[in-house]
Structure formats: C-alpha cells, structure tokens
C-alpha cells in the first residue's frame, strides 16, 4: 500500500508493508486488491516438540508424546501444557481454557491482582491496577513480578503492562463468577471517575463499557451518549454511530417509563445527523 509523505513542500510516495494476523473465518473490511492472505497452518510434529523440550527439557517420552498429540499444532496450547507438566504430576487440563485457569491457580496471592488487571483488559497500566485494587503499591509490585514469572505477563514499560496472549487474559477473566466479575468492572469505573478526568473527557466510552458490565445500565447509558458526542465532534461519526447504537440497545433493558422515552429521544436526534454524515439522507 503507498502513502504521500510531504517533505519541505514535495509529495514523495513511500511503500509501508503492514502485517496482521487473524483468527479463521476473519472478514476482511478493506478492498481485497490492496492485501496478499498467507494462511498460517499449525505447527509441525518436529517444531512442537521443539517448544516442549525448549521449556522441560527432563520431560519424559509419555508426557512429551501426550502433548504433541494433543496440542494439535498449537504453540500456545504446547507451551502451557509444557510449563504444568514440569511443575506438577497432576493430570494436564484438556481444554485450553482449563489449562490456563490451572495455571492462575499456581500464582497464588497474586491471582487477586491477576483477577484485576484482566478485567481492566490485555494491556493495563500499574495507576490504574493501584486506584482499583484494595493492596498496597508495594504488594502489587510483589505479585505483578509473580505473574511475570510465571508467564502469565509481559512488562512493556516501568508502569505498563499486557497479558502474553489474548486467550490468557480471557482464561482469567472468565474465571470469575459472575457477581465477581460485576464488582469488580464497579471498582474499576470509580476509579476511573474518581482519579482520571482525562479518561473522563477523551474516552467515555472505556467508562460506558466497565458501568456496562457492572449492571450499571443507566449510568452506562449516560456514558455512551457522552461518548457519541465526543466522537462527533471529531467528526468520528462510525465510532459515535455505534457509541449512540450502543446505547440505544442498553435502553431496550430498562423498563418503559417517561425519563426512558426522553432519553430514546435525545439519543436518536443526536443519532440522526450522524447518520447524514456518514451514509447519507
């Protein structure tokens, strides 16, 4: 794909390679001229084995057999087993998701924080994981080393942090009961309300979606009309088309009720010009 880059007045064109990865059956939303698709299939007998011996080297040939087997070409799926296999003699976990929550279970205190910080998302800066937790600066240090040794995160500066996977921080997410889970989106929407105005103004959205997962249908609601507006006046009209659609569907929740119409009102007239914007009369 070419770009115009402008240098001391004159257009030059500069070739940029952008490379993604995506899981099966992925629509591609962009011209199907401007990308070549190099479908990935799962890794050999020889490179899984690789990975396993590469984590326990002393495995023994039934264990290592097992799991080649049954990671069916996954590296993930081989490198988790692998790492429960050389640290307990207990049955591995069949599923992917099983395997992962087993290994959450091996993290201890930290598994409180790693409950947290998968909550918030992949990608989570310490500010934010420190005004939602109810530990210590200090502890919470102490247990993101844990998860870091572990393998369950990666530091990618002094204060941000992601989950190695998606389907890591999934497993972990999931792993909460849903009344958990609930309390815990709560925590961290005060917290954003409580100490991130600037989070407030730019992204309400990120507010809309944690009140949203609370339970909190209203007060989500509110968010994602704020949200709407932000994106409108950036001229951001399919990001406030779907902010303002979002929170037209939240709406259908509620129980009909003069405030609910008012409020159905005020989303749609600030929906409309929107709609112009983007697809027309």
Known sequence: KLIHQ?????????????????????????????????????????????????????????TLDDIVV????????????????????AKIPAKLHDLLAARLDHVGEAKQTALLAATIGREFNIELLSKASTSTHETLIRELKLLQQA???????????????AL???????????????????????????????????????????????????RAIEYWIRAGKHATRHSANI?????????????????HAEQRDKTEFTVLSLLCPVLYAATGY
């Open 6 to 62: 402008y240098i001391d007045g004159d257009v030059t064109v500069v070739p940029l390679l952008m490379l993604f990865s995506a899981r099966l059956h992925f629509e591609l939303p962009w011209s199907a001229t401007l990308e070549t698709v190099l479908p990935l299939q799962p890794l050999d007998q020889q490179d899984i084995t690789s990975i396993i011996t590469s984590i326990d080297p002393n495995i023994s040939p039934e």
């Open 239 to 255: 990001e406030a088309m779907e902010h303002f659609n979002t929170a037209l569907r939240l709406l259908n929740e509620l129980p």
């Open 151 to 165: 393998g369950l995160l990666i530091q990618l500066s002094p204060t941000q942090y992601h989950f190695k996977h």
């Open 70 to 89: 049954r990671a069916d070409g996954i590296p993930l799926f081989a490198e988790e087993m692998a790492k429960i296999s050389a640290h307990t003699e």
């Open 168 to 218: 890591i921080q999934e497993a972990v997410y999931q792993s909460q009961t849903n009344g958990d889970r609930k309390t815990t989106h709560q925590r961290i929407a005060q917290a954003l309300l409580d100490h991130s105005p600037h989070i407030i103004s730019s992204q309400p959205e990120l507010i809309a979606q944690h009140l949203a997962a609370a339970g909190q249908t209203e």
